[in-house]
Every structure is written in structure tokens, then in C-alpha cells.
């Protein structure tokens, strides 16, 4: 059986849990680098996907903004 490629995991991952953050990314899917990947569902696959900066809290207690992504919903007339 083929293993799945980190863009497909990255794809399932925003399917199953709504969205993903390069931390899931790294723990899910084996990905550090989600930006290249979303770019490949993006513009290779054509994939809508919006990104949106989210707020955590870092280890030392310290806040940071990081990329949330999540498959764009289609437009319903």
C-alpha cells in the first residue's frame, strides 16, 4: 500500500477537523513546512483554502499569531 503524501494528509486533516496550524501539521502529518504544502493544494491542485492568523500561547506563556488554514466553504446562491 502507498503512503500518503503530506498534502494529502494536510487535505484530510482540514476535511476531519476544519482546519489545521503548523503545529498540527508537524504532529499529524509530519509536516514542517505547511505553507509549501498548502501553496501545492493551492495552486497546483486548485484547492480553495483561506488562512486566517489565530492566537496561541507559546511554552513560556507568551502569546504569538500563527496561520490557521481551512478549505473554503463554495459559495451557495
Same mark, same amino acid.
Given at each position: ?16 477537523? %476544519? ?10 502529518? %509530519? ?6 504544502? *498548502? ?6 491542485? %486548485? *484547492?480553495? *483554502? ?10 513560556? %506563556? ?16
Amino acid at each position: 500500500m502507498a503512503k500518503k503524501s503530506q498534502k494529502v494528509k494536510i487535505y484530510e486533516f482540514m476535511k476531519d477537523h %476544519g482546519s489545521i496550524t503548523p503545529r498540527d501539521a508537524l504532529i499529524h502529518c %509530519g509536516c514542517m513546512r505547511l505553507g509549501a504544502r *498548502i501553496w501545492e493544494l493551492i495552486h497546483e491542485d %486548485g *484547492i480553495p *483554502i483561506k488562512m486566517k492568523l489565530v492566537k496561541v500561547q507559546n511554552a513560556d %506563556g507568551t502569546f504569538a499569531h500563527v496561520a490557521s488554514y481551512s478549505l473554503a466553504s463554495e459559495a451557495v446562491a
